[in-house]
């Protein structure tokens, strides 16, 4: 009898914890509602990474991301407020509330997940190598050589799983770069033999240099997946931010983005190779 009492009690009051987490999980404040009340939505970005974000010859923030950018902050009637970000602040700036999102041409990994949240995916492409003419046709061209990287990107990744699946073993000569140009300069000088990147963004610094190629083999490395980045656990935002995504889609705005950043006379072609996901109303 004693036993069925405690029991009763412990379950009276598990019951009574929960409803009082339950309470304060429905209190907690999105950061969706800060940023409407301020009226200025913070977003980070890159300026070195056309086509999807950098500065034009005024000073201006530019590319496919930006766009993104304004187009959200239109529909929440907020004002944009941009803010450079890197290769590395770009999610240290979310954790520490410097901005409330990174529209950074973030590819979406588990490794990433674990830091910060992602919207649904906005953008897909494949990971390749830009490399000297006549030097390489194919990846298989670049096993055993030193190659490099973006810091911190997911190509590095990508090109370790390509090496894998291959049957390539052992450690994978790999330069690491803070600085687009540096690794574009490397590979010009033949201090690489390639380096690995998003495609339209190979593509966007090669268009002007007649000694190299961009690697366009099917399906890449791997994959591209871009997602906006947000800090954890606020469903809130981030159901805020996945609808603001299909209405851009919805209305059309998506395609006249799309096109002019990556359509057939954009100066980084890349076809459609995904959309974003629209749910329908009910």
């Known amino acids: 009898m004693a036993a069925r009492i405690l029991l009763v009690v412990g379950l009276l009051l598990g019951g009574a914890s929960c409803a009082k987490a339950g309470e304060a999980n429905a209190g907690a404040q999105s950061l969706l509602d800060e940023i409407k009340k301020r009226g200025v939505l913070k977003v980070g970005s890159r300026v070195d990474n056309p086509p999807h974000s950098s500065f034009d010859e005024q000073g201006r923030w530019v590319g496919f991301d930006n766009d993104i950018a304004a187009a959200i902050a239109k529909r929440w009637g907020v004002k944009l407020e941009m803010v450079k970000v890197d290769e590395l602040t770009r999610i240290s700036f979310l954790q520490n509330g410097k901005v409330d999102l990174s529209v950074a041409s973030i590819s979406k990994t588990r490794k990433r997940g674990d830091q910060v949240d992602f919207s649904q995916t906005y953008f897909h492409s494949v990971q390749t190598f830009v490399v000297r003419?006549?030097?390489?046709?194919?990846?298989?061209?670049?096993?055993?050589k030193r190659v490099g990287a973006s810091r911190g990107s997911s190509s590095i990744g990508n090109w370790?799983?390509?090496?894998?699946?291959?049957?390539?073993?052992?450690?994978?000569?790999?330069?690491?770069f803070g600085d687009k140009r540096a690794a574009l300069a490397a590979v010009k000088q033949g201090a690489?033999?390639?380096?690995?990147?998003?495609?339209?963004?190979?593509?966007?610094?090669?268009?002007?240099?007649?000694?190299?190629?961009?690697?366009?083999?099917p399906g890449g490395t791997g994959v591209k997946l871009d997602g906006i980045a947000m800090r954890k656990n606020d469903s809130t935002l981030r159901n805020a931010v996945d609808l603001a995504l299909q209405d851009i889609m919805a209305s059309g705005e998506?395609?006249?983005?799309?096109?002019?950043?990556?359509?057939?006379?954009?100066?980084?072609?890349?076809?459609?190779?995904?959309?974003?996901?629209v749910w329908p109303n009910g």
């Open 160 to 176: 370790k799983a390509w090496l894998k699946r291959n049957g390539v073993t052992g450690d994978p000569e790999i330069e690491e």
């Open 254 to 277: 998506y395609d006249q983005m799309y096109d002019r950043w990556f359509g057939p006379s954009s100066t980084a072609p890349v076809p459609r190779q995904g959309s974003v996901e």
């Open 192 to 217: 690489i033999a390639g380096w690995t990147e998003d495609y339209e963004v190979l593509a966007s610094y090669a268009r002007n240099e007649p000694d190299l190629t961009v690697l366009n083999v």
């Open 133 to 144: 003419k006549n030097t390489a046709t194919s990846y298989k061209d670049l096993v055993g």
